[in-house]
């Protein structure tokens, strides 16, 4: 009677625990849908140009293009999610986004990033200015249907990508300016060096990643070949590069030799990790070189706004 008893309790304890985990996947699955931590990076960028090129900061504008950005950036999440929903289940990295395991359904996860897309959109063009909300709105499509289709078709896929994923500084600047918006030379000059800088920080993602994404048949290695000779010297071609768009806004006098300075030693620090990685071609240096170009947008990005 006693194992009976505590057979029961046990039954019923791992239905409560089983009821709690539902609710709460449940609640998870819409915030795991926008990339939360992705989406935080993405505001990071756009509020951050936004500082950096206005001429008085507006609090109302600055939550405005905070909350409205990572409502676009969610909703061109969401929807990557629910396009690759079933080349997910078959990666490690992915296999337990709330699509594959069926948190949510389709019809949920597209009516949340409908949702959220056309939220962000009014926002931004609305209490911004309408050009915000065209590159807000672009950047959804860019991302979600033509970058996410192109992944298994080409490494190209990757060059498509890094327009959406510099769009931020664009929402950025464009929101710091009166009127319908412009996009000034400073802020160009800012999408430049964001825009460069993915080249890096995405391939040395992909090639640590490269065998789980050749399970479900992407190219995000800049050679078909995958991690061959040609894709390590881009990685290392573009880190150059990236140092070079770096100093642009100190040669076109928008900062000053401090803000360069640290350009010119961050650029540095991830070229030197480039090489590194450009001699010693492994897993464990391509991590190395993602975490570096993790760290360098933001130290960058602030010592620009410094203009010092």
Known sequence: MRSRLETTTLHISDTQAQDKEITYSKLSGFLKLTKFRLGSLVVFSAV????????????????VLAFGGFLVTSAANGF?????????????RTKLRPMP????????????????????TV????????LCGILGFVSIILYALVYTPLKRV???????????????????????TNGFGEITFFTFLLFIIQFVWQFPHFWALAWFNNDDYAKAGFHLLPSKGGKDDFSKFQILVYSVFLLCVSILPF????VGLISTLACVLCGLALLLQAYNFYRLPTDEQAKKLFFVALVYLPVVQVALMTKL
């Open 48 to 63: 951050i140009t936004y500082i950096t090129v206005a001429e008085t900061v507006h609090l109302a504008q600055v939550l």
């Open 80 to 92: 990557n999610q629910i396009i690759e929903k079933d080349l997910d289940k078959l990666m490690n």
């Open 101 to 120: 395991l069926e948190i949510l359904s389709v019809n949920e996860a597209l009516i949340f990033c409908t949702a959220a897309g056309i939220g962000g």
């Open 123 to 130: 926002l931004l063009g609305v209490y911004t200015n309408y």
């Open 154 to 176: 080409t490494p190209f896929s990757v060059f498509v990508g890094a327009f959406p994923g510099a769009l931020p500084t664009l929402i950025g600047g464009v929101a710091a």
């Open 251 to 254: 040669v076109f006098q928008f």
